[in-house]
């Protein structure tokens, strides 16, 4: 849940830190931190609140030593406080982490006991503690780093300097996230990419259960018993103005802009129209014949694209499919069953709960799929097979082109097991396949309805209540909908499937209560019309989302956003883009802080 980054070779440390830190700061935000190698000693600067704290704090280190780490948290373990801040030094040692350690407390106690002293509330501390404690007996810092590890249960990616060695970062990684950047007499190395992208695209990814060890000019990587593991480096080809905002004020309206391209990205390859076929090359099997039921399993916004994906899997490829909350299905009595393949969606790959989940099912002997953003990711690299959504680097917290690629794969995924079931002929799969090159133009159409929608965002920010009602594919996305406009502009939104206003929801609705109505062509249509009436007749005001050859709707209210129709599994990539700008304009309008919403990070890696 926090964004290490670190830099070692023959420029100031401190700078390229603290410019690696500003593209993790979605990772966590409550405080940051810098440790950098100065003349024998090390450096540690800490600040409270956002990173321009440190960064003022940092001013007369800019040129400092050559070789330091960083930090950006999002607090588990104590409060936020400069002292639980990030990095923590333990004789020698300091040390920065991202994860959880499970078992801190019943090592804190041992070391307690054994005369140590702690400092903080944190459980990183007793990394640091415990790697100094064993540094002690071996006067090797490699070897203690490996007899520690042992001890640790959780997850942890983190970077280690040691006073004595000035020339060395050592790092660890189990389940948190964690990759290297080489550079010509430099290294560098981050939580995620993006911090990494303004200095080089040759990127070593470490997997779990590895130790890797920098100099400026040298990476080594071992495992957990210390053999030497040996990798070569991987070109990236990902810009970096990808990752960076490109002139849009929030990195969440740009990569809202960016889903046409993101779509593209995420299907272009495997899309076959000659053929009539989709191609996913990462399947070495065919689904329908190993399995006879899927089993979704996600968090969030994921949570949401599976829902819609059941509905793609069940109309089209006539497979049964269960959706369930990682955070539920982790905990709760499951009835394994081997005909079910088990599928996990996750923008980061690194959801602590859909983590926990696949292992569950890995452990119980189950065939498992994944649908991930991140390359490299714990889950990408844990399930059987990944098939990735090349959506680039979302930095915005609120997920929004990461939601359209995974609901993109999932429309591939049911159209290749309708193509292998044959319920779907190759003139058929053709259609999709031709209607889907055709997507990326109605996006961007649908993308021009922003100034529209930024108008009615006006007339409604100041509603603290709000209904979003859908049926069909549509009840997912106004689910989706909804947790947008909670998660960046702190409205208070419910989803309800349209038909179940008059079993309760319905007695909510009067004029403080506006209602987001979601029906654009479908075979709802008129059925959600009776329920635009029936909130009419309370006396509530409607926003609603229709096709735009849809002349009806316009006789009931005077809020109308109008998407271009292709066909009903497409359009819900339409559908969702009027949702998003929606939310983000109330957003901006209340003045929240739309990229960075409170309480919330990216990649929840902790329970
Ligand atoms: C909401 C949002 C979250 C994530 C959820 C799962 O905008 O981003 O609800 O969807 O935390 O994250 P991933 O997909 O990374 O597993």
Redesign the pocket.
Known sequence: MCGIVGYTGNKYAVPIIIDGLKRLEYRGYDSAGVAVHERNAIKIVRAVGKLRNLIEKTANLKASGTSGIGHTRWATHGKPSEVNAHPHKAGSIVLVHNGIIENYGELKARLIKKGVIFESETDTEVIAQLINFYFQETKDLFSAIIRSIKDLRGSFACAVLNEKEPDKIYLMKYESPLVIGLGDRENFFASDMPALLPYTNRIVFLKDGEIAVLTDKTYKIFDFSGNEVKREPEIMNISISQAEKGGYPHFMLKEIFEQPEAFINTVRTRLHPDKGEIVLDELNYKISERFSSIHIV???????AGLLGRIFLEELAEMPVYVEI?SEFRYKKNFFNKDTLYLF???????AD?LAALKKCKEAGMGTLAIC??LGSS?SLEADNTIYTHAGPEIG????K??ST?VSVLLLLALKIAGEKNLLKRKEIKKYINDMLSLPRLMEEALKSSENIKDIAKKFHKYTNFLYLGRGLSYPLAMEGA??LK?ISYIHAEAYAAGEMKHGPIALIDENMPTFLINPESPHFEKTLSNMQEVLARGGKIIALASNNDSTTKNYTDYIIYIPHINTYLDTLLTIIPLQLFAYYCAVLKGTDVDQPRN?A???TVE
Request: aromatic share 6%; proline share 0%; glycine share 6%.
């Open positions: 996600a968090c969030g916004t994921s949570y949401h990682a969606i996750s923008q980061s790959g690194s959801t859909t953003n991140v889950i917290v609120a997920s929004t990461a939601f995974q947790l947008k998660e919330l990216k990649s929840v």
